[in-house]
């Protein structure tokens, strides 16, 4: 890892590994600050000790990591060391192998690791816990929980908790992520400082817990949550549990995020470079009434803001004039487009466009032909009446058949026509998880099994295609799907107020890169307070800039002011995708604001909203709203107005803004002139 340690050992008995430091490199050479320096009462010498992983056999009373009917017990077997670090413990009776593997992620300040099982026995095993990892914090004052939360259309909603003793508790039994909670969560002391994270990188169900054990440490469980469950080995099978990455900064959690943001670059290799395009979303212009000639009107008018991509969203295919038919049968409309869809495609290219589609491969409507010809292809139970949500099922991808028709059909529109970006969208959660003649299927890892396996086809077949993650919003925004995907969709929800509130939480786990925020209009679907334009545009270019408002309704002054601010964002998209970002306010600060340093520091800049009361009106008195920027204190910085600034103003005094009526969001590019003659750096924490 870049700067970390984390440094493991075999407990005396050999029965389980516990973590011996975590932090910065060369924390491990000293006493560690995990070891047990008491006696033990009342409970194992398991549940006292900092351990890694272990069987519920082994820790009885504080939590295990796994648990397989019957019990289990086991012992060190062996080790090795060839870039990844693996550990062998042998159950002799249960006949169970498990190996406890570690990856350190170069470049970056993280760590995963998962575990691989093998069932070497004549007997069929059952798991009814199947944890991906253990991790023990060494909190001191009890645990401040950090965590993000929400509902559909308030998703990332950062909370925190400050738990002293006892249990904290997430999970998604919705086959996916889901909008309550993301699989992700941070840690530090109760007094702050130094932070620690996991997240865990599966799309399907999952579950994370943290304890502060009766030691003082805080041991944080994570995993995927068997699902109808239990989970079968089968004699001479193998099971891997999902990857956990972990992570720690001591810059607490804006360091944490940097840590993490790092590390969605190195998920995506070469592509994260890739400029993410300026795109117009037709949806929330017309919905599921889409007609070619309307929607190349919205093209002309997207192409001369300066828009680099269309993307035609819900009902452009066959059968789609609602919510209640259509899924499934993924052929245009050619009524809809004058009998000619590749023509029309052709038209909004000849704009200078990119041309995209709105998909979701996983569900199917009851009304359609694929669903006529496969009734069998969804999940059900015999016997038991189907449940619609938004008038539609979920195709079962655990079965090949689907998986192969999910593929085929994709090829057949992307090598047709000339598409280079797939929203993949999907509205709903599996319900009647079964599958006849399959009782005891594992569902839930076999659809993910299956999604991952559509991504990665894509992903090699097809690889000049963006392709954006959506579940109905931000359902789905975990480490797997962001490994194979290039553009996150975090909320329905496009209120710029609100969305203030789930960027603020998005940028804590995910990197802007990835942060797909659309203009909308306004009074919008969900947000009636009004905001201006500028708002709106300053709130969206915090990652990846989108349009979805209906521009056949703009007046020319706000098409001009929009070409403009477009052309602005194109100028610094750069920094904010591929250098450090930083939330130094909140939502509920009187000024919220973001902070983007480029790699080489030279460029600083600034997104700021007006959220309070009006900072700077004529009539009383008042000061300057300042936010305070993390920049060197030793370098001086120059805005595009030639104003000139220290860096010890900006570190210490802040960036000031004055805030009207008509001047309510702002973006602060300031230039670094010549080299810093100190010691600190652009990017260390504010204070």
């Given at each position: 890892?870049?700067?970390?340690?984390?440094?493991?050992?075999l407990?005396?008995?050999?029965?389980?590994?516990?973590?011996?430091?975590?932090?910065?490199?060369?924390?491990?050479?000293?006493?560690?600050?995990?070891?047990?320096?008491?006696?033990?009462?009342?409970?194992?010498?398991?549940?006292?000790?900092?351990?890694?992983?272990?069987p519920?056999?082994?820790?009885?009373?504080?939590?295990?990591?796994?648990?397989?009917?019957?019990?289990?017990?086991?012992?060190?077997?062996?080790?090795?060391?060839?870039?990844d670090?693996?550990?062998?413990?042998?159950?002799?009776?249960?006949?169970?192998?498990?190996?406890?593997?570690?990856?350190?992620?170069?470049?970056?300040?993280?760590?995963?690791?998962?575990?691989?099982?093998?069932?070497?026995?004549?007997?069929?095993?059952?798991?009814?816990?199947?944890?991906?990892?253990?991790?023990?914090?060494?909190t001191?004052?009890?645990?401040?929980?950090?965590?993000l939360?929400?509902?559909?259309?308030?998703?990332?909603?950062?909370?925190?908790?400050?738990?002293?003793?006892?249990?904290?508790?997430?999970?998604?039994?919705?086959?996916?992520?889901?909008?309550?909670?993301?699989?992700?969560?941070?840690?530090?002391?109760?007094?702050?400082?130094?932070?620690?994270?996991?997240?865990?990188?599966?799309?399907?169900?999952?579950?994370?817990?943290?304890?502060?054990?009766?030691?003082?440490l805080?041991?944080?469980?994570?995993?995927?949550?068997?699902?109808?469950?239990?989970?079968?080995?089968?004699?001479?099978?193998?099971?891997?549990?999902?990857?956990?990455?972990?992570?720690?900064?001591?810059?607490?959690?804006?360091?944490?995020?940097?840590?993490?943001?790092?590390?969605?670059?190195v998920?995506?290799?070469?592509?994260?470079?890739?400029?993410?395009?300026?795109?117009?979303?037709?949806?929330?212009?017309?919905?599921?009434?889409?007609?070619?000639?309307?929607?190349?009107?919205?093209?002309?008018?997207?192409?001369?803001?300066?828009?680099?991509?269309?993307?035609?969203?819900?009902?452009?295919?066959?059968?789609?004039?609602?919510?209640?038919?259509?899924?499934?049968?993924?052929?245009?409309?050619?009524?809809?487009?004058d009998?000619?869809?590749?023509?029309?495609?052709?038209?909004?290219?000849?704009?200078?466009?990119?041309?995209?589609?709105?998909?979701?491969?996983?569900?199917?409507?009851?009304?359609?032909?694929?669903?006529?010809?496969?009734?069998?292809?969804?999940?059900?139970?015999?016997?038991?009446?189907?449940?619609?949500?938004?008038?539609?099922?979920?195709?079962?991808?655990?079965?090949?058949?689907?998986?192969?028709?999910?593929?085929?059909?994709?090829?057949?529109?992307?090598?047709?026509?000339?598409?280079?970006?797939?929203?993949?969208?999907?509205?709903?959660?599996?319900?009647?998880?079964?599958?006849?003649?399959?009782?005891?299927?594992?569902?839930?890892?076999?659809?993910?099994?299956?999604?991952?396996?559509?991504?990665?086809?894509?992903?090699?077949?097809?690889?000049?295609?963006?392709?954006?993650?959506?579940?109905?919003?931000?359902?789905?925004?975990?480490?797997?799907?962001?490994?194979?995907t290039?553009?996150?969709?975090?909320?329905?929800?496009?209120?710029?107020?609100?969305?203030?509130?789930?960027?603020?939480?998005?940028?804590?786990?995910?990197?802007?890169?990835?942060?797909?925020?659309?203009?909308?209009?306004?009074?919008?679907?969900?947000?009636?307070?009004?905001?201006?334009?500028?708002?709106?545009f300053?709130?969206?270019?915090?990652?990846?800039?989108?349009?979805?408002?209906?521009?056949?309704?703009?007046?020319?002054?706000?098409?001009?002011?929009?070409?403009?601010?477009?052309?602005?964002?194109?100028?610094?998209?750069?920094?904010?995708?591929?250098?450090?970002?930083?939330?130094?306010?909140?939502?509920?600060?009187?000024?919220?604001?973001?902070?983007?340093?480029?790699?080489?520091?030279?460029?600083?800049?600034?997104?700021?909203?007006?959220?309070?009361?009006?900072?700077?009106?004529?009539?009383?008195?008042?000061?300057?709203?300042?936010?305070?920027?993390s920049?060197?204190a030793?370098?001086?910085?120059?805005?595009?107005?030639?104003?000139?600034?220290?860096g010890?103003?900006?570190?210490?005094?802040?960036?000031?803004?004055?805030?009207?009526?008509?001047?309510d969001?702002?973006?602060?590019?300031?230039?670094?002139?010549?080299?810093?003659?100190?010691?600190?750096?652009?990017?260390?924490?504010?204070?």
């Amino acid at each position: 890892m870049k700067s970390t340690s984390y440094t493991v050992a075999l407990d005396p008995s050999s029965r389980w590994a516990e973590l011996v430091a975590w932090g910065p490199s060369g924390i491990e050479d000293g006493p560690s600050v995990f070891s047990n320096a008491g006696s033990v009462h009342f409970i194992t010498e398991a549940d006292a000790a900092p351990a890694e992983y272990a069987p519920l056999g082994l820790r009885p009373f504080s939590g295990a990591d796994v648990s397989v009917r019957g019990g289990s017990w086991w012992r060190f077997d062996s080790a090795s060391h060839d870039g990844d670090l693996r550990l062998t413990f042998v159950d002799e009776v249960a006949r169970l192998r498990a190996v406890l593997c570690y990856r350190p992620v170069p470049e970056t300040d993280v760590l995963t690791r998962w575990v691989e099982f093998t069932n070497s026995g004549a007997s069929t095993l059952e798991f009814d816990r199947l944890g991906s990892a253990g991790v023990c914090v060494p909190t001191v004052s009890g645990a401040r929980l950090t965590y993000l939360t929400g509902q559909w259309s308030q998703e990332f909603t950062r909370r925190s908790v400050l738990l002293p003793a006892g249990g904290f508790r997430m999970e998604s039994r919705f086959g996916v992520p889901g909008h309550a909670h993301v699989p992700w969560l941070a840690v530090q002391d109760a007094s702050g400082g130094p932070a620690w994270g996991v997240s865990l990188e599966w799309p399907g169900s999952w579950e994370i817990s943290a304890d502060v054990e009766p030691s003082g440490l805080t041991r944080v469980r994570a995993g995927r949550l068997p699902s109808p469950g239990p989970v079968l080995l089968e004699p001479g099978g193998s099971l891997v549990t999902p990857a956990v990455a972990l992570a720690s900064s001591v810059d607490g959690l804006s360091g944490l995020a940097s840590v993490w943001h790092d590390y969605d670059r190195v998920l995506a290799g070469a592509r994260w470079q890739r400029p993410r395009p300026v795109l117009y979303n037709s949806w929330e212009a017309t919905g599921f009434d889409v007609q070619g000639a309307a929607q190349l009107e919205l093209a002309k008018r997207a192409a001369d803001l300066g828009v680099e991509l269309f993307v035609v969203d819900d009902g452009w295919f066959t059968g789609r004039d609602d919510d209640t038919g259509g899924l499934g049968d993924w052929t245009p409309s050619e009524a809809s487009f004058d009998g000619d869809f590749g023509a029309f495609v052709s038209s909004v290219r000849e704009l200078g466009l990119e041309f995209g589609l709105w998909v979701e491969p996983e569900a199917v409507s009851p009304k359609s032909e694929l669903y006529a010809s496969h009734p069998d292809w969804v999940y059900r139970i015999d016997g038991r009446p189907a449940t619609l949500v938004r008038n539609q099922l979920l195709l079962d991808l655990g079965l090949p058949a689907v998986v192969s028709f999910i593929k085929s059909t994709l090829d057949v529109l992307l090598y047709t026509y000339p598409i280079s970006y797939l929203k993949w969208d999907m509205n709903r959660p599996p319900t009647e998880r079964g599958r006849p003649g399959a009782p005891l299927a594992d569902l839930d890892a076999e659809h993910v099994a299956g999604y991952l396996s559509v991504l990665d086809h894509l992903r090699a077949t097809h690889p000049h295609v963006t392709i954006e993650a959506c579940a109905g919003g931000g359902g789905r925004t975990d480490l797997a799907t962001v490994a194979r995907t290039d553009v996150v969709w975090p909320s329905d929800n496009t209120g710029p107020v609100d969305r203030l509130a789930i960027q603020d939480g998005f940028l804590l786990m995910h990197a802007p890169h990835l942060m797909s925020s659309w203009v909308t209009d306004s009074p919008g679907v969900f947000d009636p307070r009004p905001r201006s334009l500028r708002f709106r545009f300053v709130t969206a270019m915090a990652g990846v800039l989108g349009i979805g408002a209906d521009l056949s309704r703009w007046s020319p002054e706000q098409h001009a002011e929009a070409a403009s601010l477009v052309s602005l964002y194109k100028s610094i998209r750069s920094v904010i995708h591929h250098g450090v970002a930083r939330v130094l306010h909140g939502p509920s600060a009187p000024t919220a604001a973001t902070q983007y340093t480029s790699e080489d520091g030279d460029t600083v800049v600034v997104l700021a909203w007006s959220t309070g009361s009006l900072t700077g009106a004529p009539l009383v008195p008042g000061r300057s709203s300042r936010v305070r920027l993390s920049v060197g204190a030793h370098a001086s910085y120059v805005d595009e107005s030639g104003a000139r600034y220290s860096g010890a103003h900006l570190k210490y005094a802040g960036l000031p803004f004055d805030w009207t009526a008509d001047h309510d969001a702002d973006v602060v590019i300031l230039r670094r002139q010549g080299s810093e003659t100190g010691s600190t750096k652009v990017g260390e924490p504010v204070g």
